[in-house]
């Protein structure tokens, strides 16, 4: 009421008092932004000045490429054969196939730790970076050198100890995949740059327990010695699949890291690209199997927690998937509290099986009783 009377009377007195308030406003907005942007200056000034103040002190800590006289000198060595490395690989070898024919990863791992493949293996890395094929043919000469030693001392030992049970150490590494290979290209990068660089060495023992170079060698002596072709095989695609991942990774991240060039290398990374490839294939089939053998294990899983009751608490004991054409050959076999299963149940679990994987299943089930004492 009281400004529309002043209004009325001198239009001017409002409009000057409304724009003397939004200028004060605005003023009081642009000061707080210019005080937010001053303190921002100031702790921008205050770092700069703390990380100039420490730079100097803290340069020596900085990581630092091997110099090329010095990284070539150290892999020649390695390239070349000696007491020391044959040594320390007769040893790995006994370490190896002591702890495959028991069982014991601890074991498994002290032989990796001990082992001097890697050494050789990285010098064909760098051969094949620099164009170097008279580093490369002493390198292949030394590693193969040393796999005939390991795979003749795992032989010697099993045809010495008369075992002939294949252990579950030694099951896993008779059938490599994709993943074994993606590790060995993880653990040739990781070895090629921990020796290109100053003071980070010490984790070439964690590479070679990534990688497990002796443990497929001491299974293909084994595999030789029961005898037993699948085993010799399916390790010597591993080691293959381990010795041509670490190349070609290592080869690259030599490049990367601006030793030699890549015009000089191309010849030897077409052929390492070659190899892959090919190992890819067998790679890729037991990778589809392996995904396959999960899956059905548990969709079965599934199948016998639903029915646990009926069936008398059973348990999967061992399960085998092969993956024909148009069908799954499955053998199964099954511990029940109960005195059997009935030719109807089986049939039950054959029909939900082929049901949930949406395939024609071969089913071979065996059922074993066990009976359960409580005192």
Known sequence: MFVDLVHRQNPWVL????????????????????????????????????????????????????????????????????LNYYMLLFLSGVISTLGLLANSSATIIGAMIIAPLMGPITSVAFGIAMGNRRLMKRAALTIFSGVAVTIMTAALITFLMGLDRLTPEIRIRVQPTLIDLGVALAAGAAGAFAKSRQRI?????????????????????????????????????????????????????????????????????????????????????????????????????????????????????????QSARRQLRVSLELTTDMQGISGQEAELIHQEMEDRLRRDIDLELLVTPIRRFRF
């Open 201 to 321: 060495s010490d984790a070439l023992p964690g590479v070679a327990i990534a990688v497990a170079l002796v443990p497929p060698l001491s299974v293909i002596g084994i595999g030789i010695a029961m005898p037993s072709k699948t085993v010799a095989l399916g390790s010597t695609l591993l080691f293959l699949t381990n010795l041509s991942g670490i190349i070609f990774s290592g080869a690259i991240i030599f490049l990367w890291q601006d030793y030699g060039s890549p015009k000089r290398a191309r010849q030897g990374l077409t052929i390492s690209s070659l190899i892959l490839l090919v190992l890819g294939v067998p790679l890729g089939f037991s990778f589809h199997d392996l995904l396959l053998r999960e899956q059905t294990r548990f969709q079965l899983s599934k199948i016998i927690q639903e029915r646990a009751v009926e069936l008398g608490n059973a348990e999967i004991q061992s399960l085998s998937v």
């Open 15 to 82: 409009t000057e008092s409304i724009l003397l308030d939004s200028e004060s406003l605005r003023e009081g907005w642009v000061c707080e932004i210019m005080k937010l942007f001053y303190r921002w200056k100031r702790a921008l000034v205050r770092l700069r000045q703390f990380q100039g103040s420490n730079s100097g002190d803290w340069a020596w800590i900085k990581s630092k490429p091997v110099p090329f006289v010095a990284l070539n000198r150290d892999l020649w060595r390695w390239a070349e054969p000696g």
